[in-house]
């Protein structure tokens, strides 16, 4: 076939002839002439989608329609090489440039109005069941990463959503239904290979550039350099135990069994009592029924219980048993299946988390986060249980995902995920489907926060951020937060790595803060701090 028939060519071909067709000033914006865009796309193996392009308004959007963001260039990366071609285009132009694998960031850093870099194409991996070892690429969304491990019977904790990427999830820490079991997904890393601002790769490790390693394991996606490709530890995995009980929360005996069952979780199923092979997530929610093949509407509030044993179903079933015999509970399912048919089960049986119609369109989505590492009281429980009630529609989801286990035995200084103290992460999402019901979802969602604060540590979970965080830094990384500004200094040394939440210098003398770092990071971090 002559080279000049490649599909590679015709899109390059097609592209130039609309670029064509738009004036001068259409690529001034990004400090570049229309020659030049064209030379960078025949450089690439991927392509530049432009406003204007047939598919950019397609192309700009991020999960949540909140996040209305309008880039002045997408770059699509097929190869590594391209990454480095769009990542040194990109810092030629004033404005900050993004980085974006899946699009889920809840507070919208996976795009702006500067260039949007978008690794989402990078997707391979690579399972080796003989040395217990994958080899994911960042663009890697978790359906193809749980097929490929799946089929060789082999686990790491992965996320519930299908299409959230391995790129900010690891960065973020990566909480999965097995991780009281096997640990946060940035605890099995092995090793991260990173693309800095200059284009140079480098493998951050427990044994090579270790402060590099321990940043990107908590400190966020977006902040060092380009997550290119991660290794995993796996283990062998068989068939696990789901099960899922619920209460309703209809009459004021019902609240009365929900909050007793929230003690019995709270006294045997959280922390010092725990089951290392016991994973829980508690849900307020709203649902058709207790059973399958209700109709959508009415629906009522429930509080529901939903977990994932490791282990056989005899152990599993004994496990709940003391959960089963609670006033007002009703066992949905109990099944022992694969890891990856239960993640689903336990999100969409029988019905979903929230449940929306089928068919219906991504709604408008805000959220927040708190860490509570204490007991709550009868009282505190119920009045989150009163709280939820009052939600101004049904599509109001508050979760809560216990901790214990390996997550809180991993080493505290072997990365930036510091919430190692945690029972559990207490979250709300709210949604809304038109401007007019923005303004009271928001303020349930504030009300909630105004509630929660005095029973949390304080601390969030850094995956998920929210835009109006106040001190962000310390909320998401704590002790931490000294460590990853010298590690950003180190590796990120012009700042070109930038957007509303990244590392920041403390606002107080950090020189005690840096004294009191893990001794192996100080170690690492010698001559930065030297420099200082």
Not at 162 to 174: A, N, P, R, W
Not at 233 to 238: D, E, N, P, T, Y
Request: net charge negative; hydrophobic share 40%; with cysteine.
């Amino acid at each position: 076939m002559p080279s000049s028939f490649t599909k590679r060519r015709a899109r390059n071909k097609a592209l130039f002839s609309h670029w064509d067709q738009c004036s001068e000033e259409h690529f001034q914006r990004f400090q570049l002439s229309r020659e030049q865009v064209k030379s960078i796309q025949e450089k690439l193996q991927g392509y530049i989608v432009l406003p204007g392009d047939p598919d950019y308004n397609e192309d700009r959007k991020l999960f949540n329609p909140v996040f209305d963001a309008y880039p002045s260039m997408i770059v699509y990366c097929i190869v590594e090489g391209d990454v480095a071609i769009a990542l040194h285009m990109a810092q030629q132009s004033s404005l900050p440039f993004t980085v974006r694998s899946g699009g889920h960031c809840t507070a919208g850093f996976s795009a702006g109005s500067g260039v949007l870099i978008d690794v989402s194409k990078l997707t391979d991996v690579a399972v080796d069941a003989t040395s217990l070892i994958a080899t994911v690429a960042c663009g890697c969304p978790f359906s193809k990463f749980a097929a490929a491990m799946q089929l060789q019977g082999m686990h790491v904790p992965i996320g519930e959503c299908e299409d959230v990427c391995v790129g900010g999830f690891v960065q973020g820490g990566g909480y999965g239904f097995t991780s009281v079991t096997f640990g946060m997904n940035c605890d099995n890393v092995i090793d991260m290979r990173v693309m800095l601002a200059d284009g140079s790769i480098v493998t951050a490790s427990k044994d090579e550039n270790f402060d590099l390693w321990w940043a990107m394991r908590g400190g966020t996606g977006g902040t060092f350099g380009i997550l290119l490709t991660v290794r995993y530890q796996l283990r062998a995995l068989g068939d696990v135990f789901g099960w899922a009980i619920i209460w309703p929360l209809d009459t004021e005996q019902a609240m009365v069994n929900a909050t007793g069952a929230l003690m019995e979780l709270q006294a045997n199923y959280m922390l010092r009592n725990a089951s290392p092979q016991m994973n829980v997530q508690v849900s307020l929610c709203y649902q058709p029924g207790e059973t399958a093949g209700l109709p959508l509407s009415p629906m009522q509030p429930y509080l529901m219980v939903r977990g994932l044993y490791v282990g056989t179903s005899a152990e599993g079933q004994a496990a709940i048993l003391p959960l089963q015999q609670l006033p007002g509970a009703v066992t949905q399912w109990t099944l022992q299946s694969s890891f990856d048919d239960l993640n689903n089960q336990l999100l969409n049986t029988p019905y979903s988390l929230p449940c929306f119609p089928e068919g219906t369109p991504m709604p408008f989505e805000d959220k927040t986060s708190r860490y509570v590492a204490r007991d709550l009281l009868p009282t505190e429980w119920r009045s989150l249980l009163d709280y939820y009630k009052t939600t101004p529609n049904e599509y109001s989801y508050a979760y809560l995902e216990f901790y214990g286990g390996a997550i809180n035995a991993y080493p505290l200084g072997e990365s930036a995920f510091i919430h190692r103290n945690a029972a559990f992460d207490m979250v709300l999402d709210v949604f809304w489907f038109g401007d007019a019901d923005k303004a009271a979802s928001e303020a349930f969602l504030e009300g909630w926060m105004a509630l929660v604060e005095p029973m949390s540590n304080g601390h969030v979970y850094q995956n998920y951020p929210r835009l109006n965080e106040a001190d962000y830094g310390w909320r998401y990384w704590g002790w931490a937060e000294i460590g990853l500004y010298l590690v950003k200094l180190k590796y990120d040394p012009t700042n070109a790595f930038r957007f509303a939440q990244c590392v920041q210098a403390p606002l107080e003398d950090d020189k005690a803060k840096a004294a009191a770092l893990p001794p192996k990071l100080q170690a690492a971090l010698q001559q930065t701090m030297m420099n200082r």
